[in-house]
Structures are given as C-alpha cells and as structure tokens.
C-alpha cells in the first residue's frame, strides 16, 4: 500500500536517516525495527488496521480543525457539530468577534510629524528588497508616500497618499505597480462618503485585474494603503483593540481590519532596539503584526506576515 511504497522516501538522505534512527533509539524499538519495517507493515491487513482504529480512536472525542475566513464558515460548520473558535495566537474568540463594529476613529494629530524612514524586506532570513516611507507636511496637505523595491526589480511599487492634514482622512490615492513586467496604475479620489476612479493591479499569473470603482463608503473608512500612516496616530494603549471599515483598491472591496495592541515590550530591528506595542492584524487578506514604537513621534519598527516569510524591519 501507499505506505509501504513511500517508505524508502523518509530514508533518502543522511540527515533523514538520522532522524529515523534517532527515533527509533529514543523509542527502545530494537536495532531490527527499520530493517523489517516494511515487511512488517505489509503484513497488517485491512481488517486489522479498522480494528486497531476502532480500538483507539473515539469518534465523540476527535476535533477537527479548519483554518479560514471565521465570519463566512461559522454557520456552515455550527450546524456541523460544536465549534471552539480561537485567533491566530489560540487566544479564545466569540461570534461576535468575527463581525466586529466598524466605526471611525480619531487619530492623533501628534503624530502626524514629517519624517523619512527606511527598512529593509527580508525573506526567509535573507534580503530581497527594500521599502522607502515619507511624511510631508504643507499647510493645506499631509502627504505619505511609501515606495518599495523587492527581488531586484521584480515587483516595484510607488504609493502616493492625499490626507486632511486636520483629521488624517483620506483625500486622495495614486499608485503604480510593476510585477513581472506588468504593469498596474490606481488613481482614486475620497469625499462626499463615496470613493471614485480606476485601479488595476499586476497578479501574479502575468494578468492585470482593473476595476473602475464608484463606491459609497461607510463613514471613517480609510484607504489600505494607508494602513503604515494610520496605525501609529491611533490612541495606542496596551489592551485596547480597534475595527475600522478600509477599502482595498486591488479587489475593490470593504473590508473591516481589526487592531489588537498588547505590550510594550523590547524589540530589536537594524535601526536599533525599542520599547514596542505589538499590533495583531486580522481583517486583511493575510493577517499581520506590527511592531510600533512607544516613543512620539510613533513609527512602524517591523511587520511580520501570518505565514508568509516575509518580514519588513526598520533601517534607519
């Protein structure tokens, strides 16, 4: 059967065959056992193998654990069997918690200082690229501008964000995308509770998806792209969670994002190493952390990816 067959493929490699034995060493299960392990398997017969489940395994005792979007498969699997739902991190979740209230938040003005950042993207422990982010300030505007290289080239990104220099909202948002050659642009404009222009976003299959959008908006929604500006003028507090209502360009929707802050705790990033909130991100299309400093003017020290290599840490 399969498992006699692939069998000699756990046994290929040195390091594999260490492990095997190890195992077997640590178990007590004699200098035989790896040897006559596949004939042994293959005398167990169908019937024995039921019976040996049958034997250990409770149907009423099994938990089966699915991973996904917890507001669109919750009333599928409640009518399943029992559910226990919990975050990323474990940590115990209600249904409610899965559709949290959107509602506008103020920022804080103090930290809306001109700056200029610098950081580094690594994957898998080594460098693949770069991210560039810019305050400015003028009397009538506030300006962030974020631009981003990775792979050599192989995806570059230049984002250009309009705000209220009195509230931090939204006013207008321009972007250009390069990935594998393709290329993508985003022009969009905020006001009036609706956001109106065109996006179009490089995918990695080599096609570009493009969308026109004309869409009302729910009040206090910020544009995705803003996310690095936003998050450090919310009123950060250790325990305190935040669910704001933000429009993705790339698949032209609204999306409700949660913010969940714990900490301070020290956190160390090549530009040094500083006292840090830990922000957990869930709403997005890949759940996230970010890691802000305590100190004003607040800046973004490092973001990581829930399951993605991925990891964006301060330079300079």
Do not use: C, W
Not at 33 to 49: F, G, K, N
Not at 99 to 116: G, S
Not at 263 to 279: C, D, E, K, L, R
């Amino acid at each position: 059967g399969f498992l006699v067959g692939s069998f000699p493929l756990t046994i290929e490699t040195p390091n594999q065959i260490a492990g095997q034995v190890a195992s077997v060493k640590l178990l007590g299960l004699g200098d035989d056992y790896l040897r006559l392990y596949r004939e042994r398997l293959s005398a167990v017969t169908a019937l024995q193998a039921r019976a040996a489940a049958a034997r250990l395994y409770r149907a009423r005792a099994l938990t089966i654990v699915v991973v996904g979007d917890g507001a669109k498969l919750y009333d599928r699997l409640k009518a399943i069997a029992p559910l226990r739902v919990v975050d990323v991190d474990g940590k115990p979740l209600t249904p409610a918690d899965l559709n949290p209230p959107a509602a506008p938040v103020a920022l804080d003005r103090a930290q809306f200082v001109a700056h200029t950042d610098s950081s580094r993207v690594s994957l898998q422990g080594n460098a693949a690229g770069f991210t560039v982010s810019e305050v400015r300030r003028s009397p009538d505007s506030l300006v962030y501008s974020e631009r981003s290289n990775l792979a050599g080239g192989v995806f570059q990104q230049q984002t250009t964000v309009v705000l209220n220099p009195s509230d931090g909202s939204v006013r207008q948002v321009d972007q250009t995308t390069t990935q594998q050659g393709q290329k993508g642009e985003t022009h969009l404009t905020y006001g009036g509770g609706r956001v109106k222009g065109s996006s179009a976003s490089p995918q990695q299959d080599g096609s570009v998806k493009r969308f026109d959008v004309d869409t009302a908006l729910p009040p206090g929604t910020v544009d995705e792209n803003a996310v690095p500006f936003v998050v450090p003028a919310l009123p950060l507090a250790p325990g305190k969670s935040f669910s704001l209502s933000f429009f993705t360009p790339s698949e032209n929707a609204i999306k409700v994002l949660t913010f969940r802050v714990t900490g301070p705790a020290s956190v160390t990033v090549p530009a040094g190493t500083f006292q840090a909130y830990q922000i957990d991100v869930t709403g997005s299309r890949v759940p996230f952390t970010m890691y802000v400093g305590t100190d004003s003017p607040r800046k973004v020290l490092k973001t990581e990816f829930v399951g993605q290599p991925f990891v964006v840490e301060l330079v300079k």
